[in-house]
């Protein structure tokens, strides 16, 4: 059974050792679960940026900054820019291409204000995006911000 998404907000439990493992277990049980959502294309002065978002059960955990001329992950923190126009569709394959490519890094940095773990996952020696898992590192954390765009994006 895959595993839950954590439901609304509340005090900060006290965390451990256990817990930050258990939450990177978790992420690596989820893993084969993650799909690409549909390619967030955006142009500007700067040119043209993609983001791929990490999907699982229908929400958007983190998205992928692509680079659109090597069609490759970019290094988080660096949304890559490109002056090439980009069609969403010649997109599609390669993103599910790399996001079965992704690895559990074996660490987890803990977020007070959330109240979760964020493991994060890495492409090549790139670290490209985080997973957010609940405090006692049993339920996964979309970023209901990120699900939204998405949804607002395609619906």
């Known amino acids: 059974m895959p595993p839950p998404i954590r439901g609304p907000p509340g005090r900060s439990p006290p965390i451990s ?55 490759e992950p970019s290094p988080k923190g660096r949304p890559a820019r ?6 969403p569709s010649e997109i599609k394959g390669r993103a599910e291409e790399i996001v079965s490519e992704l690895r ?15 493991v994060p ?5 790139y670290l490209v995006a985080h997973v957010k898992i609940s405090s006692d590192g049993r339920e996964v954390v979309p970023d209901y911000g990120l699900t939204e765009e998405v949804r607002r994006y395609v619906y």
């Open 17 to 71: 050792k256990e817990d930050a493992e258990r939450a990177i277990e978790t992420v690596r049980e989820l893993l084969h679960l993650l799909t690409a959502g549909p390619a967030l294309v955006r142009s500007g002065p700067d040119g043209w940026h993609v983001d791929i978002p990490v999907m699982y059960q229908g929400y958007a955990l983190d998205r992928i900054h692509l680079d659109i001329d090597k069609m």
């Open 82 to 87: 490109s002056s090439r126009e980009v069609n």
């Open 104 to 118: 559990v890094l074996d660490a987890a940095e803990y977020r007070e204000p959330e109240r979760c773990w964020a």
């Open 121 to 125: 996952l890495a492409w090549g020696p």
